[in-house]
Structures are given as C-alpha cells and as structure tokens.
C-alpha cells in the first residue's frame, strides 16, 4: 500500500475536525432552544454519532460508496463490515495516497451530522425513542443512496454535477428532511403566542465558532489533499462566511434596528452553508458573492415559517436548505474549477449552460427524495410508535420528562456558591447577596 504521510495526516486531522463539528451543532441548537429542551436538543446530536456510526460500520459505507463491484443491495448489507475495512480494506489506499480506512472514517463524520441537522428543526416536542429509530433508518435509506448518487459513482455523478463538500448531500438533503418531518410532527405548544427565545446566546456563539472552526476540515478536508485546492477551498470557507456573517447583521440593523448576537451566529453558518458546495470550484471573487447572497437571502429565509405556517423550530430550513440551494445553483455561473468528468466551467466563465441545468436538477432531485422519503418515514413512527410527547410533557419541559435531568439547578446553591442539600442558605448576616 502506497501512502502519502503529508495527505495522510491531513485527513485525520479533517476527520477530527468534521466530527467536532457535531458537538458543536449541539452547543449551537442547545442554546437556541428554551431552558427546559438543552439537554434533549444536544441528546439528539450526541445519540446520532452513536447510531449513526453503527450504521455506517455494518453497511452504510458499503452502500454510498460501493468498494466492491458487482454486489447487489443484499450482498452489501451482508457484506458490510468485510467492505469498510474490518477485514482488509485497511490494506487498501484511496488514490494511492492514503489510507481507505481513513477515507471511510472521514466520509462518516459527514453522514454524522447530516442526521443531527435535522433536530433542530422538531426540538422541544419529539420523542427520543423515536429520534433514535429515524436517524437509523433516515440515514440507511436516504443519507446512504443520495451520498452514492453524487459522490460515489451514481446517477448525478455521472451527469457531472458538482458538489465539492456537500451543499447538495449534506445541506439540502438534511434541509428538505427537517421541513418534511416539521409538518408530520406540527407546531410546539404556544408556537407564537408565547415568547421561544433562545435561552443562552453563550452556547450559541460558542456552538457558531466550533461549527466555524470545524467546517475547514469539512470543506478543505473534501479535497482529500493537501494541496493547493485545499489551500483554495479553505480561504474561500472563511471570506464567504465573514462576509455572510456581515451580511445578516446588516440586514437586521435595517430591518430591526438592532445587529444581534444570534444574526451574527446565523449568518457565519449561512455563509458555510452556502459556499459548501462551491468551496474548491470558485475564485475568492465569487466566494464573497456567494456569502453576500446567502446572509441576505436566509436572513430573510428563516420568517417564511410565519408566513407559511409551518414550525421549523431552529430555521433549518431556513438555513441550510436555502443557503445549500444558494452555493449549489451558483455553481452554475461561478465554477472555474471543475476537475471530474463530465463537469463544465459556469456561464460566467464561458462554460455554457449545461453545468447550470445540472447544478439546479441536483438540489430538486435530492431535495424531492429527501422530503417524500422523509416525510413517509415520520408517518410511519409516528403511526407505530408516536413521534411526539403529550402536550404535558411538552410544557412541563421534555428534558425532565424524558431524561429526568435538568440542564441548570441553580436554585441549590448559596451566596458563596456551596451547595446545600436543603436548598439556599441565607448569606451570612452583613454580607450582601446579589439579585
């Protein structure tokens, strides 16, 4: 087995640094849910590294990537833990470069978070149990084909689509799924009529700048090179999401009247939304057009679940299915660096229109499938099992209810901070405790 140490230790690195960003997702959507749901919010990321990995091992790598030809559906499944490498694909490199094992472990960080997206958009009123069934079974019939159809020899690659990192895999595909399972699942109790900020702007911007850091690895790391399109993938990552970020804080300083935390955090995941699937195909110019775009466009996104009706709980559809079209689409007219078969430069760059007509047949088809399949799965647990928690539970707060635990009991501590098993002690007579 040929290795390149350089590359090698690049995409462990990414590797790591994509798996992160799922515990960053549930900083960043813990803090966006009320009090009484941190904890399930960030359960729902943590439990899908679990199943979602599980998964992967058993026949999930078998079926997106397909490493050996000639299998049918049965045989992968069967076969699955002898194709990703338990049993000798680790003797096997990717492109003579690295490891195949560590392209398998790379390609699962992606589908990791792909399902972990979703939560955001049902948090405060689904049932864990059957959070746990979908992620399994969402990941094994729509995450697996679709990551086959574009990245692993399938039908849209072979049509030369481009998706460098996953705008269309990742981005749209778990946007479409969040929408679908929103209107199975329907509104929180008091949707609208009583205040569902966000409980901790801290863990948010904190949850904003892992997924930031994070998202180097998961679009320089999908070069898996190190080479200077990874350099290119990496730079137009954090313009787009500079300029993003800036873009939505604008938007709110004239709409609103004030620049807010929360639209500073939004609008740096829109931007790495959006410049995803462009990442490694564009110059800088375009990388901040694409930002531009995307922190205008999703600021405004995200109140068509007002207008339309349906409670997308933490704007993913907002976001990342609006942002993803956004990167996907302007593929068409941008792309100056289409390196596979098939694949043809943009309209601005003298490639035609063919590339443009791939770049918006790829987010309906994935999008399409994603909601219906979507869709039909939330009918089906939620006729055998039930999705969501009684209205009791759901006012009560789901965290208590589910998980007998609460994210904060600050009312078992005194003034200087030690804990009474009795509750508060009164502070020691002179001393003055703060409100």
Not at 141 to 170: R, S
Not at 288 to 308: D, E, F, N, S, T
Not at 394 to 417: K, P, Q
Request: negative net charge; hydrophobic residues 55%.
């Amino acid at each position: 087995m040929k290795i390149d140490s350089g590359s090698t230790a690049w995409m462990l690195i990414s590797t790591a640094l994509v798996l992160l960003m799922t515990p960053g997702l549930a900083f960043f959507y813990g803090g966006m849910t009320r009090a009484k749901s941190v904890l399930n919010m960030m359960m729902m990321s943590f439990v899908s590294i679990i199943t979602v990995t599980i998964t992967w091992v058993l026949f999930g790598y078998s079926l997106a990537f397909d490493p050996v030809d000639g299998e049918g559906f049965l045989n992968k499944i069967v076969g699955g833990l002898d194709n990703i490498g338990l049993m000798g694909v680790n003797e096997v490199a990717y492109n003579d470069t690295f490891p195949m094992m560590v392209f398998s472990a790379f390609q699962l960080t992606f589908a990791i978070i792909t399902v972990a997206l979703i939560s955001g958009a049902i948090a405060d009123r689904a049932k864990f149990g059957a959070w746990v069934v979908f992620s399994i079974v969402w990941a094994s019939i729509v995450y697996f084909p679709v990551a086959h159809w574009v990245w692993g020899g399938g039908w849209l690659t072979e049509l030369g689509i481009e998706d460098f990192a996953g705008g269309t895999v990742v981005h749209i595909n778990a946007g479409a799924a969040a929408l679908a399972l929103a209107l199975v699942l329907g509104k929180r109790a008091g949707w609208r009529k009583e205040p569902m900020r966000p409980h901790n702007l801290t863990l948010v911007l904190l949850g904003a700048g892992l997924l930031w850091f994070g998202w180097f690895g998961f679009n320089a790391g999908s070069e898996l090179a190190a080479d200077g399109t990874a350099g290119l993938a990496f730079m137009n990552t954090q313009i787009a999401t500079a300029v993003a970020a800036g873009a939505w804080l604008v938007v709110e300083k004239f709409r609103d009247g004030h620049a807010t935390s929360l639209g500073a955090a939004s609008g740096a995941v829109a931007g790495l939304v959006a410049i995803t699937p462009a990442c490694g195909f564009v110059d800088p110019w375009a990388a901040m057009a694409i930002g531009l775009l995307a922190g205008i466009a999703c600021a405004y996104a995200v109140g068509l679940k007002y207008k339309l009706g349906y409670d997308d709980s933490l704007d993913v559809v907002g976001v990342h299915l609006v942002g993803g079209v956004i990167g996907a689409v302007a593929l068409g007219f941008v792309a100056a660096y289409p390196f596979l078969d098939g694949q043809n430069k943009g309209v601005l760059y003298g490639g035609g229109w063919t590339q443009l007509g791939l770049q918006v047949l790829g987010p309906v088809a994935v999008g399409a499938y994603s909601f219906i399949v979507t869709f039909i799965l939330g009918k089906i647990i939620d006729k055998v099992m039930g999705f969501r928690i009684t209205a009791e539970d759901e006012v009560a707060g789901i965290d208590i209810t589910t998980h007998a635990e609460t994210g904060y009991d600050l009312g078992t501590f005194h003034a200087s901070g030690v804990a009474s098993p009795n509750g508060p002690v009164a502070a020691p007579a002179g001393k003055k405790v703060d409100a």
